[in-house]
């Protein structure tokens, strides 16, 4: 391939189309289901085409969140602290509603008893 045809490659995200286009889609996060099953919640489906189409990808990765599949050890005592979700400039500030509406992020919210 000459270096103009990979240049032109690289360019229209063939390389990698799910970063380059966009087209992440929601992401499933259950890795500490025991611990949500406690908590009364489900696991979290959280809207990564929605937050594209508001926020420019350098403002949370890797700033906030690492690229990588199972690289952030992300849970409600760390967005509690102010980390992942819970950053000052997310669900911890004006910008979005707050971190205590369980329903707008977990699935299976069970009513507080």
Known sequence: MAKSN?????????LMPAVAMG???NIRLDDKIASMRKAGVGPVIFPHGKHEKIYKCGECHPKIFKDKHGANDSSMKYNMEGRFCGSP???NSMKAFPLDRCANCHTNVRAAK
């Open 23 to 25: 087209a992440i889609g």
């Open 89 to 91: 400039n997310c669900h």
């Open 6 to 14: 990979i240049a032109a490659v690289i360019l229209t995200g063939l």
